[in-house]
RNA sequence: GGGCGAAUAGCUCAGCCUGGUUCAGAGCGCCUGCCUUACAAGCAGGAAGUCGGGGGUUCGAAUCCCUCUUCGCCCACCA
């Protein structure tokens, strides 16, 4: 035992678990202590737990709560287990989204960054992303996760560009980096290029316009074709047709009229062209629709660009139209049409409508030059590690998806007209003639050609082209560092499914191409956090939870808990967002309930010195037994990552197994204060405890470490936080010590179910006669004769030797035990025979029902031949079970004399 | 157009992969009774489910197969 002023504190702890205070101070504790930043480099068994870019624009949302302690959950276990876990936090796509802020901060002034100046304005940005970087971190700091913003704040800026140069120049030297002119998806507001990954589709019912196409020639021939952007008509270069579609074959070689412009345009065969729908005909616009840009290459038409970089109709459109906006240009277009008779039709048409998934702009096809990656190569490689296996995905539906995005894979365009980002690391000779391209590491300072001046090129790169870097230019690679040797790869990815392909697919392959090794080997997909309409959390819908909110009211370990049980393996998982106590009223009430039952149990917990003694009851045993299977069952769901059933069963345990049962029966003994029983409760008490504290810890760190610091020969260092993992030891299963408990339980829930049935106050004390109580039970009671009575509030336990419990017409209340025996209660005064000759009915013929579906099972010899033997002994000790059952339930009746 | 997921108590969901110990579970809510000295953020008891519809496989189906319905997601170049 502890001495005497640690027991006053114990006993003082407050009834209600307050976490306000003490999270934070644990907290910051361990932080001080330095357990977060693993800076050993020679870590025999390393474990990184990645964490995806905090949005640092906006607020952090619940789906990143989710995230982060799904990923502080794993790797606090695995820092138990004795890994070093390293977190390595954020990436520069956060800054991304804070030159978008930035861009919106200039505009209020009514400029733009053009006024600026490229090198004013990334200034700008950087300001910005020391603001919100610093406040997601102590964020997530206070939602229990741990975050290094200097280390984020070093891979933003010089770790990664100095990695980013030397991939850029790695593929270059492998050919699989090339410029080219091509349709991309262009984003009119963002001034920029973006990846297909970045053009979201989304449904949308756009009109169908039919248009007549004269043909050039005397006999008056017309062609109809269909577009859902007219606009775009301006651009086109030519017409074509199915090869073989006989409608069309005189047509192939002809050469049509574009209305309102007068271009001559020839009409060419093409198998994209679906016969099937429309006219047949299509309209080829090669600079703006990636097929007609197809066509176009294949049929040597002209590209023939029509709009700005503002998706305003450029010079090349007829006077009338430039100028206008793309829409502005649909609606004139359309009109002029009509007014000139070419509008043969127009009907409504569900199609799909790029967007920029920033800023949800109608993306523009358009021609340009831009830098892409050949990614089929890298694929490869990265494809062939899912198969053998290397690679899992959990859950693994997410594998085909993975599989099926990489077999069908695109070049990756991978440069970006913005102004924030690392720039392309290729320069231009300036002098005239000379031509001389450059790619390098390092900045060059004179064309190595000509000793011209040179330029770089202006253009800055996608910042998934940094980001799929990630696991080992934060580790300081392209250099050997020590990190990157204990660290690199890395273990498990938590993450959300959205970027699969943005990031988690890449980082694969770069870590394939680069450093010849998978980064990770296991992928987690959490779902996503919904509102209780089922929606997404969203800015916009005003419909978003904040965690900060939640764990000031109610506390970290509640917040994590609630999520964690909520969170089945990749599933979503809705939570009330307008009422916030509902939502997080388990994780909190668990809280308060591990909270007493130490309070309970501090002062009378055994020391390591004297807890081997003391000779256990079926009780202490029992509890042990119950914590052992908890375990293996704990351990398992971690390890499979299904983090719900983990909690799931620390909560059934602790709760219905520890509190309900085992506190309330070891109250008797440590009432007493002392002896060899007192001695024996404590020891179980704090072997269990030590054992589902630990357990329970990567779930609730605050709670359980702050109740692991009372316990005795426990100081204020931590004591949880760097392990050991609970081992439980399998020999405390115990199939005696938990029949006779679980007997118990019996007993007592039938007394308690009786009294409710009678409406008996729980304060009056009642007797109950046993008769024919199986061994189960004999042992039970005689062992726990005192707690069975305060727990049923019993007065007198009578053992019947023989018969039934009850004497013939004798009025009480009846009822027969599962684990054999039967019980009366003699109650003269409230009993009514009747309704308890009914209630007696009632059950046996509903044991009766059970018992012919078994008799029936058994009686079937397709089942007997068929079943496994130990499911055929189970039914049949069933027979035996209900049968027993019956039989004293009709003894019953017979006793109660028959109806009035 | 392809692919995937979901449908179980009033609500949020487990269970399904590996069919038979679950006489279908949990939490919240609801009903009844208790301020019993760890906890009213609690305790005890209770009501509540044709496991979306239909068909099939099997001795046996919430669980496996087919199909339909309703939601949701992802991918996709049909103008």
């Known amino acids: 035992m502890g001495d005497a002023s640690t027991d006053q504190n114990r006993t003082e702890l407050p009834p209600r678990y307050d976490p306000s205070g003490l999270e934070g101070d644990l907290y910051r504790e361990w932080v001080d202590a330095g357990l977060f930043h693993v ?37 606090r276990r695995r820092r138990m287990q004795g890994y070093d876990a390293l977190y390595l936090p954020g990436t520069d796509h956060a800054g991304i989204a804070t030159q978008n802020v930035v861009e919106r901060e ?35 700091r206070t939602i229990g996760c741990s975050c290094d913003w200097e280390r984020t704040r070093f891979t933003l800026d010089e770790g990664l560009s100095r990695a980013v140069r030397e991939v850029f120049v790695r593929l270059h030297e492998r050919g699989l980096i090339y410029r080219g002119r091509y349709i991309i998806n262009w ?10 990954e970045e053009a979201e589709h989304r449904d949308h019912t756009g009109k169908l316009h039919r248009i007549r196409y004269d043909l050039e020639g005397e006999d008056g021939l017309s062609v109809e074709v269909a577009t859902t952007r007219p606009e775009t008509m301006l651009g086109d270069t030519g017409l074509a047709v199915h090869p073989e579609d006989e409608r069309y074959a005189d047509l192939i070689g002809r050469t049509a009229i574009l209305p309102l412009v007068g271009r001559v345009i020839p009409i060419v065969a093409d198998s994209y062209v679906d016969p099937e729908f429309g006219s047949g005909v299509v309209k080829v616009t090669p600079a703006h629709d990636p097929n007609d840009f197809e066509i176009g290459q294949r049929h040597d038409l002209e590209a023939l660009d029509v709009m700005t970089d503002e998706a305003t109709m450029n010079d090349a459109v007829p006077e009338p139209y430039r100028g206008l906006d793309r829409v502005e ?117 004179r064309c ?62 770069a870590g394939l191409e680069f450093k010849g090794e998978l980064p990770f080997t296991d992928v987690l997909l959490n779902g996503t956090v919904r509102d209780h309409q089922g929606r997404r959390m969203s800015k916009s819908l005003n419909n978003g939870i904040d965690p900060i909110e939640v764990v000031d009211m109610y506390g970290a370990d509640a917040m994590r808990f609630t999520l964690i049980r909520g969170a089945p393996l990749g599933t979503d998982q809705q939570l009330n967002n307008e009422d916030l106590e509902e939502a997080f009223r388990p994780g909190r009430n668990f809280a308060n309930k591990i909270w ?96 589902w504290l630990g357990l329970l810890h990567p779930i609730m760190p605050f709670v359980t470490e702050a109740i692991s610091r009372r316990m005795p020969g426990r100081g204020d260092d931590s004591t949880l936080v760097l392990g050991p993992w609970p081992q439980v030891p399998d020999a405390w299963v115990d199939t005696e010590a938990e029949d006779a408990i679980e007997a118990l339980r019996e007993l007592v829930g039938t007394v308690r179910a009786l009294r409710s049935e009678y409406r008996l106050d729980p304060r009056t004390p009642l007797t109950v006669r046993v008769a024919g109580a199986g061994p189960a039970l004999r042992a039970a009671l005689e062992e726990e004769r005192a707690s069975v009575m305060r727990l049923a509030s019993l007065s007198a336990i009578e053992d019947v030797a023989e018969g039934p419990a009850g004497a013939a017409g004798e009025p009480g209340a009846h009822a027969v035990l ?32 059970l018992l012919g579906g078994t008799r029936a099972k058994l009686a079937n010899e397709g089942f007997v031949a068929n079943a496994p033997p130990e499911v055929v002994e189970r039914e049949k000790a069933k027979l035996v079970s209900l049968e027993d059952q019956l039989g004293r339930l009709e003894e019953k009746l017979q006793s109660l004399g028959p109806a009035d």
């Open 596 to 691: 007493n039952a130490a309070r309970l149990a501090l002062p009378h917990l055994a020391d390591d010195a004297t807890r081997g003694g003391a000779s256990a009851t079926l009780a202490d045993r029992w509890i042990r037994s119950r914590l052992s299977r908890a375990a293996v069952e704990i351990d398992g769901a971690f390890e499979a990552f299904r983090l719900h059933e983990a909690a799931e069963s620390c909560h059934a345990f602790i709760w219905g197994d520890f509190c309900d049962w085992y506190l309330e029966l070891a109250k008797r003994r440590l009432d007493e204060g002392s002896g060899p029983e007192y001695e024996a409760a404590g020891a179980a008490l704090a072997d269990t405890m030590e054992g």
């Open 818 to 849: 599962r684990y054999g025996g039967d019980i009366f209660i003699p109650l003269a005064d409230v009993i009514d025979l009747d309704r308890e000759r009914a209630r007696i009915a009632d059950e046996s013929s509903h044991i009766a029902g």
């Open 187 to 196: 984003c009119p507001r963002c001034g920029t290029a973006l990846s297909n």
């Open 448 to 509: 190595p050609a000509c000793d011209g001046e040179l330029e770089q090129d202006p253009d800055v790169l996608d910042t998934w082209f940094s980001s799929w870097l990630w696991p080992f230019s934060t580790l300081g690679w392209p250099e050997d560092t020590e990190d990157l040797a204990a660290f690199y790869p890395t273990d498990t990815l938590v993450t959300a499914p959205d970027i699969l392909f943005f990031w988690v697919a890449r980082m694969v392959m």
């Open 329 to 445: 240009a649909r609606k004139r277009v359309v009109e002029d049409l009509q007014t000139g008779g070419y509008l043969v039709g127009v009907e409504e048409h569900p199609h799909s409508v790029g967007r920029c998934y920033r800023c949800d702009t109608i993306v523009e096809p358009r021609l340009s030059d831009q830098w892409f990656v050949k990614m089929a190569p890298l694929a490869e490689p990265a494809l062939e590690a899912y198969r053998k296996g290397d690679l899992r995905f959990y859950p693994d539906r997410y594998g085909k998806v993975y599989q099926n995005w990489m077999e069908n894979i695109r070049d990756w365009v991978i440069s970006r007209q913005l102004w924030w980002g690392h720039r392309i690391p290729v320069w231009y000779c300036r002098h005239e003639g000379c031509g001389e391209v450059v790619v390098a590491r390092e900045d060059p300072d």
């Open 39 to 75: 800076e050993a480099a020679d870590a025999d068994n390393p474990y990184v737990i990645v964490i995806p870019p905090p949005n640092v624009t906006a607020a952090l949302h619940m789906g990143h709560g989710l995230n982060n302690t799904i990923q502080d959950v794993l790797t």
């Open 106 to 140: 200039i505009r209020k002034d009514g400029k733009t960054r053009f006024d600026l100046g490229r090198e004013a304005f990334v200034d700008r940005v950087w300001e910005w992303v020391d603001v919100y970087g610093n406040r997601i971190i102590e964020q997530l």
